[in-house]
């Protein structure tokens, strides 16, 4: 379902390179971030000095929140994750954040996206993925935020309302 309202957004943001989609946990060592939406891997979604940014989503699940005869009511729990590489963005920290968080619409048809919090920029951000490091990914040039939403939506006669 995650990828479905995800896919809906159009997402705009002033450092804008590539924007990845939703990603799962990397299991193994020398796996890659999966997420792309034939689900193949990504080859390039590990941060590197290459990059502008990297941004994607990370699925945290859904919960049944409410039940008809004809209809229930979800919420999913999704958090927004944006490497960013300033030695390839002219724009401050905040000017980004400002830009990306604008970026998400707070309803798409009867989808509704809240942001919820936002975790501490440390490198249990990166704890899901097996990269080396993950510190590495927050030192200058480079640095990182990430988002906690709950997204709501309908899933009416058995088929996702959007």
């Not at 689900?39 to 941060?47: L, N, V």
């Not at 929140?65 to 920290?93: C, H, T």
């Not at 899901?128 to 009416?156: C, H, L, S």
Request: net charge neutral; aromatic share 16%.
């Amino acid at each position: 379902m995650i990828r479905q309202v995800i896919d809906s957004i159009e997402m705009d943001y002033s450092f804008k390179d590539v924007h990845y989609g939703v990603v799962y946990p990397v299991t193994s060592k020398g796996q890659r971030l999966p997420g792309s939406r034939d689900g193949k891997f990504y080859k390039d979604a590990i941060p590197d000095s290459s990059k502008k940014a990297i941004v994607y989503w990370e699925d945290y699940g859904s919960k049944l929140i409410e039940s008809a005869p004809r209809f229930e009511k979800y919420v999913q729990k999704a958090r927004l994750v944006a490497w960013m590489n300033f030695g390839k963005i002219e724009d401050s920290y905040e000017d980004c954040l400002e830009s990306l968080l604008g970026s998400i619409p707070s309803r798409i048809g009867k989808v509704r996206f809240k942001m919820v919090g936002q975790p501490p920029k440390e490198e249990s951000i990166f704890d899901r993925y097996d990269y080396n490091i993950g510190k590495q990914y927050m030192t200058w040039p480079y640095d990182v935020a990430a988002f906690d939403f709950e997204i709501t939506y309908y899933k009416i006669c058995g088929k996702v309302y959007l």
